[in-house]
């Protein structure tokens, strides 16, 4: 099976962009999903986070404070690091199994953080996201409500655009109408059932 992974930085259209090959009936599996089911109050990775940043990162309903928590990462690299060893394992382990698991003739990997949690790895192909930085930036504040100052920290705490875009394979640019994104991921859907179907598809292709 191909494996696709899908990334961009924050605010880039990801979710549209999964949404639109979700359409297609194939399998999508979105690392968000399954970080969400890992900091459940029942699990070890929901433990371990406040075992190492304290009551601050539990809401009133027990849950974990997604805002708090946001807030200490993006505000504290040490933080970030300790947050990511206690997840990225687990989220690379359930890919994994989770891409085992698939029937579909490929499937897409959802990953925002594919570069930066070193998971290359676990994938055949690379499809990145891209958009003009003042767009994201717009986007960005529009969408969490937050100040240009704490877009900017978001966007800085990611893999820079260019090293994102060297070791992409495929891009896709959402800058435009949701009709032209819509056109481009059918030229990609088309694009992965060929490349599925013949081994070629380990080599590059023009982009």
Request: hydrophobic share 40%; with cysteine.
């Amino acid at each position: 099976m191909l494996k696709v992974g899908l990334t961009g930085g924050v605010a880039s259209g990801k979710s549209t962009v999964t949404e639109l090959f979700s359409q297609y009936n194939i399998a999508i599996i979105d690392a968000d999903i399954i970080a969400k089911e890992l900091v459940a109050p029942d699990q070890d990775a929901f433990k371990e986070i406040v075992q190492t940043f304290g009551k601050t990162v539990v809401g009133f309903d027990g849950s974990l404070n997604r805002q708090n928590l946001r807030k200490l990462i993006f505000s504290d690299p040490i933080a970030k690091q300790r947050l990511e060893n206690i997840l990225h394992p687990r989220i690379r382990q359930q890919l994994l199994q989770q891409s085992q698991d698939c029937t579909t003739i490929y499937c897409i990997l959802a990953i925002p953080l594919l570069v930066e949690a070193n998971m290359t790895d676990i994938v055949d192909r690379i499809v990145v996201t891209d958009i003009d930085p003042a767009l994201q930036l717009s986007r960005l504040c529009q969408r969490d409500n937050i100040s240009e100052k704490e877009a900017l920290n978001m966007i800085n705490s990611q893999c820079n655009r260019q090293h994102r875009m060297t070791i992409s394979d495929d891009v896709i640019v959402n800058n435009g109408s949701l009709d032209s994104l819509k056109q481009r991921v059918d030229e990609l859907h088309h694009y992965y059932l060929t490349l599925a179907k013949n081994i070629s598809y380990l080599l590059p292709a023009p982009r």
